[in-house]
Nanobody, 125 residues
Framework: QVQLVESGGGAVQAGGSLRLSCVASGHIFSIGRVAWFRQAPGKERAIVAVYRWYDGDTYYTDSVKGRFTLSRGVGKVAVTLQMNRLKPDDTAVYYC??????????????????WGQGTKVRDSS
């Protein structure tokens, strides 16, 4: 069984930064992609960014391009999401997930099998 744990959320003023971490443990046989999704209050869960494990290729949704950056973290399976110039609209619960590479559907939450419990990011302005 695979466990994912997110950390790093919190309250931050608009324009500030946070770094979210996702660490996986357990019986991990293969990883295609590690994704970050978010769910804002009253909204559906939406893709934020995706890291392709074998070559580090990344995808970012338009609203975070130039502000958020994915990188491989410390540990066997870990991905960090550096979030800069945060906006009130970034307020959400952020989830990381692991799934197959799936070139067609990697932006869909249905592609991902293992999920963390989420970490909350909120605007303190």
């Amino acid at each position: 069984q695979v466990q994912l744990v997110e950390s790093g959320g919190g309250a931050v003023q608009a324009g500030g930064s946070l770094r979210l971490s996702c660490v996986a443990s357990g019986h991990i046989f293969s990883i295609g992609r590690v994704a970050w999704f978010r769910q804002a209050p009253g909204k559906e869960r939406a893709i934020v960014a995706v890291y392709r494990w074998y070559d580090g290729d990344t995808y970012y949704t338009d609203s975070v391009k130039g502000r958020f950056t994915l990188s491989r973290g410390v540990g066997k399976v870990a991905v960090t999401l550096q979030m800069n110039r945060l906006k009130p609209d970034d307020t959400a619960v952020y989830y990381c997930a692991i799934g197959p590479s799936n070139e067609l559907h990697y932006k869909r939450d249905s592609n991902y099998v293992n999920w963390g419990q989420g970490t909350k990011v909120r605007d303190s302005s």
